[in-house]
């Protein structure tokens, strides 16, 4: 069990440099900034507001369905 699972609430997050995570699987988060970060599943995000995906890798082959079920997203970043 991760000790992200174990948090109740977390307004954000902020994970830099990292290249092997393969799910963020914590609802409660606000903002979530994965600066030159590398994931592969967003869809477990349904209450973000604030995603960052600024130097990602993922910026540029984001799925629009994946997107489409963060309900609550109101500021996307995939600037370099």
């Known amino acids: ?5 174990s948090v109740k609430t977390l307004s954000t997050l902020i994970i830099s440099n ?3 995570l393969n799910k963020i699987n914590i609802s409660n988060v606000l903002e979530l900034v994965l600066s030159q970060s590398v994931v592969e599943n ?5 209450n973000i ?3 960052n995906l600024s ?3 993922r910026r540029g082959n ?3 369905q994946e ?3 963060l309900k609550n ?3 996307l970043n995939l600037s370099n």
């Open 1 to 5: 069990t991760s000790i992200l699972n």
């Open 18 to 20: 990292c290249r092997n």
């Open 42 to 46: 967003l869809s477990n995000l349904e």
């Open 49 to 51: 507001k604030i995603l």
């Open 55 to 57: 130097n990602s890798s």
């Open 62 to 64: 984001l799925d629009p």
């Open 67 to 69: 997107l489409n079920k």
């Open 73 to 75: 997203l109101k500021e």
